[in-house]
Nanobody
Framework: QVQFVESGGGLVQPGGSLRLSCGAS????????LSWYHQVPGKERERVAR???????TYVDSVKGRFTISRDNSKNTVYLQMNSLKPEDTAKYYC?????????WGQGTQVTVSS
């Protein structure tokens, strides 16, 4: 069974940094593209970063140059390094994989950017 365990969220001041982690079990994440999404109440979940199985990355315009997605296949873990955080980055963040035709999500980790 595919499961994710996320960690790393919290409260940070504007301009600060956080690193989110998403550990996977039940499949080898090295073989699949992985994504991080965020969601604020009342809005749809939005993808902010994606990493392919080969390591190429894409980002939504609002986080380009500030966020970095990476993976450690030996730990079966995907990361999201978030720098220069802004209040508008406040959201719940989820990792995601589409595996064997099904969508799997982490439980979500809250990121709050506020002074």
């Amino acid at each position: 069974q595919v499961q994710f365990v996320e960690s790393g969220g919290g409260l940070v001041q504007p301009g600060g940094s956080l690193r989110l982690s998403c550990g996977a079990s039940g499949f080898a994440l090295s073989d699949y593209p992985l994504s991080w999404y965020h969601q604020v109440p009342g809005k749809e979940r939005e993808r902010v970063a994606r990493i392919s199985s080969r390591g190429s990355t894409t980002y939504v315009d609002s986080v380009k140059g500030r966020f970095t997605i990476s993976r450690d296949n030996s730990k079966n873990t995907v990361y999201l390094q978030m720098n220069s955080l802004k209040p508008e980055d406040t959201a719940k963040y989820y990792c995601h994989v589409r595996w064997q035709g099904n969508d799997y999500w982490g439980q979500g980790t809250q990121v709050t950017v506020s002074s």
